[in-house]
């Protein structure tokens, strides 16, 4: 029943700015204020989570965090902090960055594909941050039960998910300024961006060993250097990972006195 009400929830989050755009013919600005809400309005309960499952669950990953070496949390004192900079810097880019381009758009006289209509943005925002406060509440029946595995990738889907609509933002607005078909642009973006949510709530593909395939062509890629072949790399890099995550899910039980006494 809990997946059940996850999947209804994030559908229907899912489906707010892409009904706004297009059914109740909401312009670009006011489809993207609503999607700037949703994405912070997202990692605000991502840290919410975080914040109960430490508590509830405290691990070592939240307190010392073994990053992958690509992570820049990894720097940070604790999970939620290095979680909280990193979102909430790039929101307010986000937000600096639609409010100059919604500005230099209007001057530049595509005002009604621009144009905000901020009652929209209200009835939008207030819906979107309903239906995530519904999941956040459910989500605490089982949050105590879950490994910090399932915080960490919650996590990095929140991140991944802000650099995609930062990223697309700037294209998209790029491509309305340069184009004379701005409506039909922003209702591919409209239609990527959707795609991407439903992509995030299906379960991630790990295989255990390397796919035969793969490892061919880039064996064949990489034939004249020396060192491990390709599945070989790989099985290193998954015992590698392994050990990082047993790491972070070590209990953490002087939590509160700032040593690990496990």
Not at 8 to 27: E, K, N
Not at 131 to 149: G, N, P, T
Request: one cysteine or more; aromatic letters at 10%; glycine letters at 6%.
């Amino acid at each position: 029943m809990t997946r059940i009400i996850h999947l209804v929830t994030w559908l229907a989050v899912i489906a707010v700015p892409a009904a706004g755009w297009f059914v109740r013919d909401w312009s670009a600005g006011t489809t993207l204020v609503v999607y700037w809400f949703e994405t912070a309005a997202v990692c605000l309960f991502i840290a919410a989570r975080i914040l109960v499952h430490q508590h509830w669950n405290p691990r070592r990953g939240h307190f010392r965090y073994a990053a992958p070496s690509t992570d820049r949390r990894n720097s940070y004192p604790s999970f939620v902090k290095g979680f909280v900079i990193t979102t909430t810097a790039f929101c307010v880019a986000h937000g600096a960055v639609l409010g100059a381009m919604v500005l230099v758009l209007n001057r530049a006289g595509t005002r009604p594909i621009v144009d905000i209509d901020w009652h929209s943005v209200g009835s939008g925002c207030l819906s979107v941050l309903i239906l995530l406060a519904i999941d956040f509440v459910v989500d605490l029946f089982s949050l105590r039960q879950r490994s910090f595995l399932d915080i960490e990738q919650l996590a990095n889907r929140g991140t991944s998910r802000i650099v995609l609509v930062h990223l697309v933002l700037l294209v998209g607005f790029l491509g309305i300024a340069l184009t004379g078909a701005p409506t039909a642009l922003f209702g591919a973006f409209v239609v990527l961006k959707t795609l991407f949510a439903l992509s995030s709530a299906l379960p991630q593909w790990e295989p255990v060993a390397a796919p035969e395939r793969l490892s061919r062509v880039m064996n064949r890629l990489a034939r004249r250097r020396p060192g491990l072949s390709f599945a070989e790399q790989w099985d290193r890099d998954r015992a590698e990972e392994a050990q990082r995550r047993d790491r972070n899910e070590q209990p953490w039980v002087g939590a509160r006195s700032g040593t690990n006494l496990a």
